[in-house]
Every structure is written in C-alpha cells, then in structure tokens.
C-alpha cells in the first residue's frame, strides 16, 4: 500500500513503536524511514499529538496500528491527514468472530469486577479484547516480570505483550523519547480471556492475581 501510493527513498512514516515490528520493516522494504511517535497510554495506539510532534516537510504518511483489540482514533488522525496531505493506512491485529469477541468482552467485563492490585484496561467502544492487557506497576516487588513468574507458577498463563519496543531493536535503534511506550513495555501483562474460558478458569485467573496483586501499591 505504500509503495501503490508512491512512498519511499527520501520519505518518512510515522509508526508507533509498541510492538509491531513488522510495520517498521514494511516502511524500510518500501524504501522510506520509519520515525517511531509514542502511544496514548489509555488505548495503545498512536497519540495524535505525538505524531504530529514527529512531522516534517519529509513525512508522507502515517501507519496506525489498532492494539489488543481496541480501535485508534481514526477520526482525529484522517483529520490530521487531510490537513497536513498525508497517507494515514490502518493495521489491525487479527478480527475474530462476533461471538467470540461478545463471549471476550465478557470475559474481560468479569476480571475488570474482581481484579484488585492491577491496573485493568480501559474498554472504549469498539474494543473486543483480542488480548486483556492489564498494567503491574513497577514501583515495587514484585515488578511486573516478577509478578508474571509468580502467576505462571500458579497454574495461570500470561505474557508479556511487547517484550522490547522497536525503537530499542537493534536494526531500528532510535534516540528518541517514548516515555509512554517504554513505561507501557515495562508494565502490560496480558491475561487470559480467551472465549472458551469457563467461569472456573476466570475465578482461578482473579484469585491468582489477587493474591500476589496484594504485595503492590494500590493502582491509582
């Protein structure tokens, strides 16, 4: 889409740069630079006023990224693209079926009643949970790594959503402050909300975490 749309040697695109580095290495093959914008911390996606921190005369287009299930706000970057004469594309994770995202929002409507000592997603409309990304503030112990071992040990799957941003990989090392980003890489912990999941699991998942979420500072 890029390259149909004449971007490349001499241009700069704008991508965020928790998670996806398959949008920065798309960027690079279509011959243009990737200049990393940092996140809103609420949603995930590309902050509109930090993309528009990050333009210049060479920037020609926009790449936004729709995170854990939770749309961007579309309406706010097509119209900073329609002011500035820029290309703004769309990247989604993968959709699923209507009933499975009704049977997540559920799941997710469950842990967001019970959880304590974590800080639990914000919904927003449209966001259908493909991950629950909770936050594990890192002003304790344990941290949010150490939280994680200490779930899995339990029984209770998890990961670490965005374990390096690509900023910080080495083919797409940047001095450049994403201070959301980075705070959002060391802090997100995605917990299971699978749609297949019983009520059983989901009551396993919250006394799990409850119990280590104790130790923590109360979220704020």
């Known amino acids: 889409m890029l390259?149909?749309?004449g971007v490349g040697a001499g241009d700069e695109v704008v991508v965020p740069a928790f998670g996806n580095v398959e949008v920065a290495r798309a960027v690079t093959l279509a011959?243009?630079?990737?200049?990393?914008?940092?996140?809103d911390p609420a949603t995930y996606c590309l902050d509109?006023?930090?993309?528009?921190?990050?333009?210049?005369?060479?920037?020609?287009?926009?790449?936004?990224?729709?995170?854990?299930?939770?749309?961007?706000d579309m309406g706010q970057l097509h119209a900073l693209g329609q002011?500035?004469?820029l290309l703004v594309l769309e990247h989604a994770e993968s959709d699923a079926s209507r009933d499975d995202a009704a049977r997540r929002r559920e799941r997710?409507?469950?842990?967001?009643a019970r959880l304590r000592g974590v800080r639990t997603p914000q919904g927003g409309a449209g966001h259908d949970y493909q991950?629950?990304?909770?936050?594990?503030?890192?002003?304790?112990?344990?941290d949010r790594d150490a939280f994680a071992r200490a779930v899995r040990a339990k029984g209770v799957e998890c990961r670490i959503p965005v374990p390096t941003p690509v900023h910080r990989l080495p083919e797409f090392?940047?001095?450049?402050?994403?201070?959301?980003?980075?705070?959002?890489?060391?802090?997100?912990?995605?917990?299971p909300v699978d749609a297949s999941l019983?009520?059983?699991?989901?009551?396993?998942?919250?006394?799990?975490?409850?119990?280590l979420g104790g130790l923590l500072a109360p979220a704020l």
């Open 198 to 211: 019983t009520k059983r699991e989901m009551h396993r998942i919250a006394s799990v975490c409850n119990a």
């Open 3 to 5: 390259r149909a749309a």
């Open 48 to 72: 509109p006023s930090a993309v528009i921190a990050m333009l210049t005369p060479r920037t020609a287009a926009v790449v936004v990224v729709h995170r854990f299930g939770r749309p961007a």
């Open 131 to 142: 991950q629950y990304v909770v936050r594990v503030p890192g002003n304790g112990r344990p």
């Open 108 to 112: 997710a409507a469950y842990l967001d």
């Open 31 to 39: 011959g243009a630079l990737p200049v990393f914008a940092d996140i």
């Open 83 to 85: 002011r500035r004469g």
């Open 173 to 191: 090392r940047r001095c450049v402050s994403l201070p959301e980003t980075e705070r959002a890489a060391d802090e997100t912990l995605a917990l």
